[in-house]
Each structure stands twice: as structure tokens, then as C-alpha cells.
């Protein structure tokens, strides 16, 4: 069966430090793939996408991720996170052609100052 | 451009009655889907529909949830009657084609509340 996983609940990371968000899909073709951001109270907003070539994709507010299909994972980055990026991630993907998103568990990503 | 539009973006109401939320995709998208997320499951699929047909269903708990897409510029989930479990935060989204450049947008949700 299709699945996401999001390994990390919870994440606590200091401000001005670095931040990887680990995704690992099981999917029998190589999937379209996307991280998105949920602020508290907030809808999900894209942050990036992977659909082939490049391999390490950019996206918005400075994050981006690597996909790596040895590991069947997606790794979301950001080299300095800000007390903003306090939030929850959710990774997801679909099969390339159909339109159902699969949903990780999200990891809620908390900034100390 | 305005986003995916959703109402009402708080609902509480008593078990037992009937629930209707409302959504309004963005304009000149052809897919919409309904989400339900709550602490235990997660962001759940509901049901999604492409021109304004509903292509899959099976992610809807059971025949107190309906969803219609009477034209491309609205859609409806309904829960009748409503119980307790059903308290979630429920996502509409929508998206035009299902190639590389298809991405979902998503509403803003809305938080229901079932006492």
C-alpha cells in the first residue's frame, strides 16, 4: 500500500540553527512528492515539490529538499530556521497521474529563542 | 486571486443535528477534494471530485456523510446527524489537471463541534 511517514512527532530545534524534517514514502513507482507548512489555526501551504529531474528542489521561505530514491526519502531543509517557521509539517505524495495525496503524520517543529 | 474559500470557519453544534460545510474552490480548478484532520488519524481524504463528478468515495466514514458539487464554483459536505466523533477540522482543496503541474490549495478549514 501507498504510505508517507514522518518518523519525528515532535521537533525542537534553536533559532539560527539548522533543521532536517525526515519523509519516507513506499510507493511501487517513484511518486510525486511535496512538503507542506500548517500554521496554528491556519490550511496547509505549499512549500515545495518534487516531480523528476533535479533531485534537490527549492521552495518557499528558504527550505528545500533532496530527494533520494536509495532511501525512499525526501528530507525537508533549512539551514537557519526563524521563530516563524515554528509550525507543523506535513509531507505527501501521490501516484504520478492521479490526483489522491497521501498525507504523513506531520512533525511539529517548535523554535527556542 | 482569492484562495479556496470555506464556511463556515467555526461550527458548533449538538449531536443529533444536521451539519453543512461549504467550500469554494478556486476559480478555473477542475478538482476538489475534502479533507478531515483531526489529532488521532491525522489528515484523512474524504472524497474528491473532477469536473464536478465524484471520482472516489471511499475515504467517507459512512452514510451520514454527503458531499455534492452542484456546479464548478461550489461544493457541499453534509453531515447528518452529527455526532461527537465527527469534531475535526475539515479542509476543502482544489486543483486544476493531475500532471506535474497539478498542486493542491487549500481552504483555510473549518473547525467543527459536535457536543
Known amino acids: 500500500a501507498q504510505?508517507?511517514?514522518?518518523?519525528?512527532?515532535?521537533?525542537?530545534?534553536?533559532?539560527g540553527a539548522s533543521?532536517?524534517?525526515?519523509?519516507?514514502?513506499s510507493y511501487g513507482a517513484t511518486p510525486y512528492l511535496f512538503w507542506y507548512v500548517q500554521s496554528p489555526g491556519q490550511g496547509l501551504q505549499l512549500l515545495l515539490k518534487y516531480f523528476s529531474?533535479?533531485?534537490?528542489?527549492?521552495?518557499?521561505?528558504?527550505?528545500?529538499?533532496e530527494f533520494k530514491r536509495s532511501q525512499s526519502s525526501f528530507n525537508l531543509r533549512k539551514p537557519s530556521v526563524h521563530w516563524s517557521d515554528a509550525a507543523e509539517y506535513?509531507?505527501?505524495?501521490?501516484?504520478q497521474g492521479a490526483q489522491k495525496l497521501v498525507f504523513g503524520q506531520g512533525t511539529r517543529l517548535t523554535i527556542n529563542p | 486571486d482569492a484562495g479556496v474559500i470555506q464556511s463556515p470557519r467555526h461550527e458548533v453544534t449538538e449531536m443529533g443535528q444536521e451539519v453543512t460545510l461549504r467550500c469554494k474552490p478556486i476559480s478555473g480548478h477542475n478538482s476538489l477534494f475534502w479533507y478531515r484532520q483531526t489529532m488521532m488519524r491525522g489528515l484523512e481524504?474524504?472524497?474528491y471530485f473532477n469536473n464536478n463528478v465524484p471520482i472516489d468515495d471511499s475515504g467517507m466514514p459512512e452514510d451520514r456523510f454527503s458531499a455534492k458539487m452542484p456546479n464548478a464554483s461550489f461544493s457541499t459536505l453534509k453531515i447528518q446527524p452529527s455526532e461527537p466523533r465527527d469534531?475535526?477540522?475539515?479542509?476543502?482543496a482544489s486543483s486544476w489537471g493531475r500532471g506535474q503541474g497539478s498542486e493542491q490549495y487549500f481552504g483555510p478549514g473549518t473547525r467543527l463541534t459536535v457536543t
Not at chain 1, 529531474?53 to 529538499?65: H, M, N, P, R, S
Not at chain 2, 469534531?87 to 476543502?92: L, M, P, W
Open chain 1, 19 to 25: 533543521l532536517e524534517l525526515r519523509c519516507n514514502y
Open chain 2, 87 to 92: 469534531s475535526a477540522v475539515y479542509f476543502c
Open chain 1, 53 to 65: 529531474g533535479d533531485t534537490l528542489v527549492q521552495g518557499i521561505k528558504g527550505f528545500e529538499a
Open chain 1, 3 to 15: 504510505s508517507v511517514t514522518q518518523p519525528d512527532i515532535h521537533i525542537t530545534v534553536s533559532e
Open chain 2, 45 to 47: 481524504l474524504l472524497i
Open chain 1, 90 to 95: 506535513f509531507c505527501a505524495g501521490r501516484i
